[in-house]
T-cell receptor, first 113, second 113 residues
Framework: DGGITQSPKYLFRKEGQNVTLSCEQN?????MYWYRQDPGQGLRLIYYSQIVNDFQKGDIAEGYSVSREKKESFPLTVTSAQKNPTAFYLC????????????FGSGTRLTVV | GQQLNQSPQSMFIQEGEDVSMNCTSS?????WLWYKQDPGEGPVLLIALYKAGELTSNGRLTAQFGITRKDSFLNISASIPSDVGIYFC?????????????WGLGTSLAVNP
């Protein structure tokens, strides 16, 4: 079955550590996105990529980094520079230029302990 | 980043009641999308709208693309407990540029059996 997989579902990180969230899709979509979700704040765009080896900052990119070495994969690293990293992170993909919207993964909940 | 005005922010209704929510913007959109997010999961696309005035149904859900292209409405008829979740609207500012999905903050729906 085609889909988009995020792992792990729950992640705990000690303050000051970097952590990488995985996102893999087998939908043959060109474009991939990372969103952060906090209660009452909707979805905020962190980074997006429309083709391999290229990505752009979204609205809240500070403290995050990404790579897009393969079409299927778009990992997100939450660095120690992110001051408030505890949140629910959503990865999505789409056909570039499509008007059919995004397919989302099931999310990763990151908690800093 | 830009956001849509989505209302109401939350609703608590009795099973069997009808529900209405809407999104408005100062910008003109080419596409309106409605998503539902179950607790702890990623959003799932419910309805996509592509033409001003378009009225589209998906089971008990009906959505409309406003005639001014600056708003959209979602109605749920005869609500059931599994309708619980957060409903998001999203608009696409111009065709062919899927990055430009602008999101509402969501309507949280609770259904009392």
């Amino acid at each position: 079955d085609g889909g988009i997989t995020q792992s792990p579902k729950y992640l705990f990180r000690k303050e000051g550590q970097n952590v990488t969230l995985s996102c893999e899709q087998n939908l043959n979509h060109d474009a991939m996105y990372w969103y952060r979700q906090d209660p009452g704040q909707g979805l905020r765009l962190i980074y997006y990529s429309q083709i391999v080896n290229d990505f752009q900052k979204g609205d809240i990119a500070e403290g995050y980094s990404v790579s897009r070495e393969k079409k299927e994969s778009f990992p997100l690293t939450v660095t120690s520079a992110q001051k408030n990293p505890t949140a629910f992170y959503l990865c999505a993909s789409s056909i570039s230029g499509s008007t059919y919207g995004y397919t989302f993964g099931s999310g990763t909940r990151l908690t800093v302990v | 980043g830009q956001q849509l005005n989505q209302s109401p922010q939350s609703m608590f209704i009795q099973e069997g009641e009808d529900v209405s929510m809407n999104c408005t913007s100062s910008s003109i959109f080419n596409t309106w999308l409605w998503y539902k997010q179950d607790p702890g999961e990623g959003p799932v696309l419910l309805i996509a709208l592509y033409k001003a005035g378009e009225l589209t149904s998906n089971g008990r859900l009906t959505a409309q693309f406003g005639i001014t292209r600056k708003d959209s409405f979602l109605n749920i008829s005869a609500s059931i407990p599994s309708d619980v979740g957060i409903y998001f609207c999203a608009g696409q500012l111009r065709a062919g540029n899927n990055r430009k999905l602008i999101w509402g903050l969501g309507t949280s729906l609770a259904v009392n059996p």
